[in-house]
């Protein structure tokens, strides 16, 4: 699998958007349902292995949505309408998945593998 890689963080005025960037390197991300945290491991979203089915906290419905590429071998979490409360390191995850498994995850518990994290700054 290789290790995970977050891009794309960075300071950002309210109201503004960023896009993170998650790969592995090294390693297919096909067979992995994969998922977003923040700090303290606090579910952001999550996106099944086919790519088709997602899952978002409440608080980020309607501002954040969740990606692949299976071609590109990237995973992705495009983030509108930013808040000061939005502030955290964010971490991608991916948890290995039977093949046609399409399932989901909010448990951070569940994930085999995380990446570093990348810091998202939301200025007022």
């Known amino acids: 699998q290789g290790q995970l890689v977050e891009t794309g963080g960075g300071l950002v005025q309210a109201g503004g958007s960023l896009r993170l960037s998650c790969t592995a390197s090294?390693?297919?991300?096909?067979?992995?349902?994969m998922g977003w945290f923040r700090q303290e491991r606090e579910f952001v979203a999550a996106v099944s292995q086919n790519?088709?089915?997602?899952d978002y906290v409440d608080s980020v419905k309607g501002r954040f949505i969740v990606s692949r590429d299976v071609a590109k071998n990237m995973v992705y979490l495009q983030m509108n309408n930013l808040k000061p409360e939005d502030t955290a390191v964010y971490y991608c995850?991916?948890?290995?998945?039977?093949?046609?498994?399409?399932?989901?995850?909010?448990?951070?518990?569940?994930?085999?593998?995380w990446g570093q994290g990348t810091q998202v700054t939301v200025s007022s």
């Open positions: 995850a991916a948890k290995i998945m039977p093949t046609y498994a399409n399932s989901y995850y909010r448990d951070q518990w569940r994930y085999d593998y």
């Open positions: 090294g390693g297919s991300l096909s067979n992995y349902a």
């Open positions: 790519g088709i089915y997602t």
